[in-house]
């Protein structure tokens, strides 16, 4: 089974080469990218922040390599009340919620964009089977936007959507291996919570990249049990 491992935002990529210590680092035009042996052969790629190198990377390494499954690790920002700090995040649905269109319908162009992710090939028991003593797991919406999130924004996405979190890039990822027809598997923890009064985080890029650290390894440690019941799901 090939497997690509796209790693977004620098933060989150620089965490993953320290905790991997990779011994040979390979750079293309769009973002580095080095291989492990320690479990099975994986590939990680840094896919880089934001839609735009979301949606380029993800269609480039799916043209350069060919994934039979393509897994997004990384992190997003919660609502205070909604999420705690620390929970997992298994994307079935994502939104780009940040499309304003005034000519014709925006809830029409955000639709067109939404994309659901096929999880059944998982199995049932996959979420429980795999949760750490140090995450827990909800399956559930991710939205999407290339902003951080605005505390003016809370109540709409609650209203509208449902939303418990958001980050920049899971809604362009899974967008573009829906139109590839790749499997997909989006792994998201909470680093910091948004609330009426502000982010935690914002402000305060170091508590940022302490949190991301600790998710980032957290994910790294958790990934060879998901990948063990993806494999055996996919087999049956």
């Known amino acids: 089974m090939n497997i690509v491992v796209l790693i977004s935002a620098d933060a989150e990529w620089r965490a993953v080469k320290s905790i991997l210590s990779p011994a040979k680092i390979l750079s293309t035009p769009l973002g580095e990218w080095f291989e492990t042996f320690d479990v099975r052969p994986l590939t990680f790629f840094h896919g880089g922040w934001g839609k735009i190198s979301a949606a380029a990377t993800t269609q480039y390494v799916i ?9 997004n690790l990384g992190t997003c920002g919660g609502f205070e009340g909604r999420v705690a700090r620390g929970t997992l995040i298994l994307v079935e649905k994502t939104i780009v919620y940040d499309i304003l269109e005034q000519m014709t319908d925006s809830d029409e ?13 998982l199995g049932e028991s996959v979420q429980s089977s795999v949760i750490s003593d140090q995450f827990s797991v909800v399956r559930g919406l991710l939205v999407s936007a290339d ?8 109540p709409m996405l609650v209203e509208k959507y449902d939303a418990i979190a958001a980050d920049w890039e ?3 990822i899974a967008w573009v291996a829906k139109k590839n027809g790749v499997r997909c598997l989006i792994l998201r923890g909470v680093t910091d919570l948004v609330s009426a009064s502000g982010g935690e985080a914002y402000g305060n890029i170091e508590l940022f990249h302490e949190r991301t650290r600790e998710i980032m390894k957290g994910l790294i440690e958790q990934l060879p049990r998901w990948l063990l019941s993806a494999m055996v799901a996919a087999n049956q």
Do not use: K, T
């Open 147 to 154: 902003r951080d999130i605005l505390a003016s924004d809370i």
């Open 63 to 71: 043209d350069r390599f060919d994934p039979d499954l393509l897994v």
């Open 170 to 172: 899971s809604g362009a």
């Open 109 to 121: 162009a955000i639709a067109h964009y939404a994309a659901e992710i096929d999880l059944s090939w």
